[in-house]
């Protein structure tokens, strides 16, 4: 498809195309090639994996950076695991040769990855992963039960904002309750979030460390059978959940989600949330009510809210005070509203997670950007930059005078910036503090010897 008009966009000054319109839509390696040739940030990405330690300084761990796995998906499905590089022009040169379709990134090993055979011939399980960051993978298509407007991977603004959740969720506890600073969301590309928790003392948690961490946000469980999938039990809430309801999940539900998937809009809805309720003959009652108000002259938009009120009274009032009936109106927010993590992912070192800046081959190219955590209300999914907007940008921007980089004169810019100035260089001052600290530490140590 329209190899010519390509063509006719690269490298060559003399060929200009008037307007960014110029490029069809679409995903294919001829774009791609142009993408890893002219945007990706490679200095900014291999900056970040590097932690500091591709510095001049003396306390660096010069072997670091080429212990890390990448992990290279090629046209065809072609399949290139434990990648690995010593600099960011080797790294680069690497790239734009394979032209891969996708970039994951795995852990940090105890040795090179790319010489793993060698030393599984001596036999002592020396190749073994040391070092990873703390990661989340989000999929909407988990939500599939609770959303009415997409299913699968598809997406639109009306279930988007149950990702918007998640990141609040998870960030506002990832800082506040275990003090992590370094924090890095990114849009997968087509159906979920995921994140990067960076800071050296996430990295170096060991597999049961980051379990911990994950069952400490695992609210809702229970498999594809069971009906009630979160059970809140216990006289109080953990503080973390009374906050995560009072602050986020409680007014997002009845402000929002309650009207944009229309969750009391039909019998088969409604009986989705009577089946939450322990007591059958609270449900039974509901469900009479709601009959009755079929006939009643509540209008469609009203009905979802007035169905909802006339739950919470009747599970809050007096005469249904049991501890469990009470707590049942949260449990069904947090049903439909409750971050779902992919535990897994969490749990263990060694799990693949898809690089920042790739593009997503199956949504016509979408570039995989960073979220901005304070702002996320204001994420689109639908207004990512894509493939060919991007080249088509670039095209239209040779009229003007050049720039330094490519990349800041498409609409990618504020992308790469908000990685650079929010997340990579306060992270990398904190790396810098750190290895001077454990190297001051070190020759301390040393002078304590000698001086014996």
């Known amino acids: 498809m329209g190899d010519e008009r390509v063509e006719a966009m690269e490298i060559d000054g ?4 008037e307007v960014a319109a110029a490029v069809p839509d679409g995903f294919n390696a001829d774009y791609l090639r142009i993408y890893y040739g002219k945007l990706f940030p490679y200095g900014d990405f291999f900056k970040w994996l590097a932690y500091g330690n591709d510095a001049k300084h003396p306390g660096c761990d010069q072997s ?11 046209e065809n499905d072609i399949y290139l695991r434990f990648q690995s590089f010593d600099s960011a022009a080797e790294l680069e040169t690497s790239i734009k040769e394979k032209c891969p379709f996708k970039i994951d990134i795995g852990p940090v090993y105890s040795v090179d990855p790319a010489k793993r055979h060698a030393y599984a011939q001596s036999g002592n399980n020396v190749f073994v992963p040391v070092e990873r960051e703390l990661i989340f993978d989000i999929d909407i298509s988990d939500y599939d039960d609770v959303r009415y407007c997409c299913s699968g991977a598809d997406t639109c603004l009306d279930c988007w904002p149950l990702m918007t959740i998640v990141i609040k969720i998870l960030d506002t506890s990832l800082r506040g309750d275990f003090g992590f600073n370094h924090i890095l969301w990114v849009y997968s590309g087509r159906r979920g979030v995921h994140c990067w928790v ?4 996430a990295r170096k948690l060991s597999n049961e460390q980051r379990s911990a961490i994950a069952d400490y946000f695992r609210v809702y469980k229970g498999g594809e059978n069971s009906l009630k999938k979160v059970s809140l039990t216990g006289p109080v809430l953990h503080p973390f959940l009374a906050r995560s309801y009072t602050d986020v999940l409680k007014c ?5 989600l309650l009207h944009s998937q229309q969750l009391f809009a039909s019998e088969e809805r409604c009986q989705k949330i009577l089946e939450l309720i322990p007591d059958e003959n609270v449900a039974s009652e509901l469900h009479d009510k709601w009959q009755g108000n079929r006939r009643s002259s509540i209008s469609k938009e009203d009905v979802n809210a007035a169905r909802w009120e006339q739950l919470k009274t009747t599970l809050q009032s007096g ?3 049991t501890q469990g009936l009470r707590r049942c ?3 069904i927010v947090f049903s439909y509203t ?3 993590l992919d535990m897994e992912v969490s749990k263990h070192m060694n799990h693949l997670l898809k690089a ?12 995989c950007v960073p979220i901005d955590p304070n702002n996320c209300e204001d994420f689109d999914p639908t207004a990512v930059p894509t493939l060919s907007q991007l080249l088509g940008e670039l095209n239209a921007a040779r009229m003007q005078i050049d720039s330094e980089n490519d990349w800041e004169r498409t609409s990618l810019e504020k992308y790469i910036r908000f990685f650079r100035t929010s997340f990579l260089q306060p992270m990398l001052k904190a790396c810098k503090e750190e290895l001077e600290t454990a190297y001051s530490a070190k020759l301390q140590q040393s002078k304590n010897t000698l001086s014996w």
Do not use: M, N, W
């Not at 003399?14 to 195309?17: C, D, F, I, K, M």
């Not at 670091?64 to 090629?74: P, V």
């Open 64 to 74: 670091y950076i080429g212990r890390r796995e990448l992990s290279f998906t090629l």
């Open 198 to 201: 960076c800071d050296s003392r």
């Open 329 to 331: 109106v949260e449990e």
């Open 356 to 367: 920042p800046f790739c593009i997503h081959p199956k949504t016509a190219g979408r570039v």
């Open 252 to 256: 997002f539900f009845e402000d929002k």
């Open 338 to 340: 409750y971050p779902r």
């Open 319 to 321: 005469k249904h005070k």
């Open 14 to 17: 003399q060929q200009r195309q």
